[in-house]
């Protein structure tokens, strides 16, 4: 609740809209980047490397089982999913995030 309190107070301060709106506009000087918008065609199939995918239950930013289908393409991967957060589990349940990110470290460094 704090964490919530604090960044609807800045979200209200004089410029913060207009500040994280620029993101979304595109760059006069920079070419169009034709990849935004497309399916994502990376082949994640071919990692080798242990891999920690970490995804809020009630993420709505992204379309629901993005998570599973990412760890399904990646041979050497685990997947934790944190129930009740959204977008951002690193920070609605940073104790929860960083035993799993730690627990998955030393397992894979052993």
Known sequence: PEYLRR????????GAWETIAAARFKNPTVPVREF???????????LNMPTLVIA????RLRLPGWERELADKIPTSELH????????????????VNEVILSFLSRVSA
């Open 7 to 14: 960044r609807v107070e800045l979200s209200l301060r004089p």
């Open 81 to 96: 999913i944190v129930n009740g957060t959204g977008h951002c589990p690193h920070i609605e349940r940073p104790d929860e």
């Open 36 to 46: 935004f918008g497309r399916a994502d065609d990376t082949p994640y199939e071919n």
């Open 56 to 59: 809020g239950d009630e993420d």
